[in-house]
């Protein structure tokens, strides 16, 4: 006798293809059927040379993920997914809770970390700056450190945070991005879950924007769940931010129109002391006239030390108004993505306000064509298709 996920009826053929593109270290997901999605683990193998293929089920999605380490442009893989008693390859990706930060790592090496607890601020006249809801640290592979945090130019400015300028909620004003104006906050509320990985480390937390201005004390305007995976990919750091904005009640949420505030990314100190930084984009632009165009991806970096690192951003095209306008500060080391820039748009109750990116985090300098390829692995990902159950 042989418990039902170990039958050999429970297998999946899988056929993936890589398209008009070569594809390199690239994050695969499959949607399991129905009858698979209870299956806790599984193993997979690769069928054109036998090999296991380490495999990972994500328990909120009911998806697995493994990575395609190398696929030529028009050519295709075929893999064998099985049901499986226990994981077959060891956590290499591992998150952990210290009931103030989440902080993730890969082999040892640390990757990012989530603040949940409240950081508070270094300034001492202005203890208004401190927050929740974000990450910072992140470091890049070599183990350099590519965010800050409070810098003092623009101390509410924190790593990489998700925040709007500025909208209207019930008639009144609010501000989620500087907390100095005192009329809004946005800050961590719950952690729903989180784990550790032979493919991905994951965490799934909750963040709320608040009205600090209402009748009756603060309110809150908008939940933000976050689905954060950070991959296992080798020589570069791959993460994704999955976001899903909902009213936090009632009434609907109007997102003015500015030209800053979305997902931010604000570099390291030493940048904006030595100016030694550059930003590049899909459409070939920096900081001397990148400002509000609309690339598919924008990358952050400079020396530090003797070394070129930096952090570059991927938008989806399933997100809002993709591609999204981009601020692209022309003397400091730091960028958004900020559709308000096209115009004011509303968050309506029962009809969530969702949006996707991909980080990518490299030591040193990353070429176009590179980052081109990584965009497609993430906009235009190789075709998976279950050949047989």
């Not at 009205?211 to 689905?227: C, F, M, Q, S, Y």
Request: glycine fraction near 10%; include cysteine; charge should be negative.
């Amino acid at each position: 006798w042989q418990p039902a996920f170990l039958l050999a009826a429970d297998a999946l053929s899988i056929e993936v293809s890589a398209g008009s593109q070569d594809r390199l270290n690239v994050p695969i997901t499959v949607e399991l059927p129905e009858s698979f999605k209870d299956t806790p683990h599984f193993t997979l193998t690769r069928l054109g040379d036998g090999k296991p293929v380490a495999v990972q089920k994500d328990r909120g999605t009911g998806q697995v993920v493994w990575i395609l380490d190398a696929l030529a442009a028009g050519k295709t893989e075929s893999y064998r997914l099985v049901s499986s008693a226990a994981s077959a390859a060891p956590d290499t990706v591992s998150v952990g809770d210290d009931g103030k930060r989440l902080s993730v790592s890969i082999a040892g090496k640390p990757v990012l970390v989530y603040n949940q607890a409240v950081v508070p601020s270094p300034i001492a006249n202005e203890p208004y700056y401190a927050k929740s809801g974000y990450i910072h640290p992140v470091y890049d592979p070599a183990g350099q450190l590519v965010t800050d945090d409070f810098n003092p130019d623009h101390a509410h400015q924190h790593g990489i945070m998700f925040a709007w300028r500025t909208i209207t909620f019930e008639g009144r004003e609010s501000n989620g991005w500087d907390q100095k104006a005192g009329t809004g906050r946005v800050e961590h509320l719950a952690t729903d879950g989180f784990g550790s990985g032979a493919v991905f480390g994951w965490f799934d937390v909750r963040l709320r924007q608040v009205d600090l201005t209402a009748p009756g004390g603060p309110k809150p305007v908008l939940e933000d769940r976050w689905r954060v995976r950070v991959y296992n990919v080798g020589d570069r750091y791959l993460f994704d931010i999955h976001s899903r904005q909902s009213c936090a009640g009632g009434s609907p949420v109007t997102v003015n129109e500015i030209h800053y505030g979305g997902l931010m990314i604000r570099g390291h100190a030493q940048w904006q002391e030595t100016k030694d930084f550059d930003f590049l984009t899909s459409g070939g632009k920096t900081k001397v006239d990148g400002n509000h165009t609309r690339p598919r991806w924008c990358d952050l970096f400079g020396r530090l030390g003797e070394r070129t690192t930096g952090i570059a951003l991927f938008d989806s095209p399933d997100n809002f108004r993709f591609p999204q306008p981009i601020r692209l500060h022309p003397s400091m080391p730091y960028f958004c993505y900020t559709p308000a820039t096209l115009g004011g748009f509303d968050i309506e109750p029962g009809k969530p306000y969702e949006s996707r990116y991909r980080f990518c985090i490299h030591d040193g300098k990353l070429a176009a064509a590179d980052a081109d390829r990584l965009w497609r692995d993430f906009g235009d990902p190789p075709t998976v298709r279950i050949t047989q159950k």
